[in-house]
Nanobody, 124 residues
C-alpha cells in the first residue's frame, strides 16, 4: 500500500504563492490517480484537483482554475501542487490522496490512501 507525506505548507500573504509536495512510498505510484483535497475549520473536506495516472488528465475545482497547477513525477514518486494568487479563502489543511481507480473522482470516499496534511494559511 502506498504511504503519502505532504510538505510545503506555510503562512503567506494574499496574492502570494506556495508549492506543496507529496512524496509517495510503498506502492506502484504510477498505478494511482492522485488528488489534493483541503479542509478548512468547520467545513467538510473539499476536492481541489486531481491528476490521472500518467499525468495526461487533470480536473480542477472551479475556484482554483488558473491559479493552481497539479503535476506529478512518476520517476520520483512525487505529486506537486503549485498555488499562485492565493486568497484568504484558500486557507485550509491540504491533503494528498491516492486511489487505485483509473479515474479522477471529486469524492473523498473514493480515495483510500491519505497523507497527514499540511497547513496553508493565507493572510489578508
Amino acid at each position: 500500500q502506498v504511504q503519502l507525506v505532504e510538505s510545503g505548507g506555510g503562512l503567506v500573504q494574499a496574492g502570494g504563492s506556495l508549492k506543496l509536495s507529496c512524496a509517495a512510498s510503498g506502492g506502484t505510484f504510477s498505478m494511482y490517480t492522485m488528488a489534493w483535497f483541503r479542509q478548512a475549520p468547520g467545513k467538510e473536506r473539499e476536492f481541489v484537483v486531481g491528476v490521472s495516472r500518467r499525468g495526461g488528465n487533470t480536473y480542477y475545482l472551479d475556484s482554483v482554475k488558473g491559479r493552481f497547477t497539479i503535476s506529478r513525477d512518476n520517476a520520483k514518486n512525487m505529486v506537486y501542487l503549485s498555488m499562485n494568487s492565493l486568497k484568504p479563502e484558500d486557507t485550509a489543511v491540504y491533503f494528498c490522496a491516492a486511489n487505485q481507480w483509473d479515474t479522477i473522482s471529486t469524492s473523498a470516499a473514493v480515495y483510500n490512501h491519505w497523507g497527514q496534511g499540511t497547513q496553508v494559511t493565507v493572510s489578508s
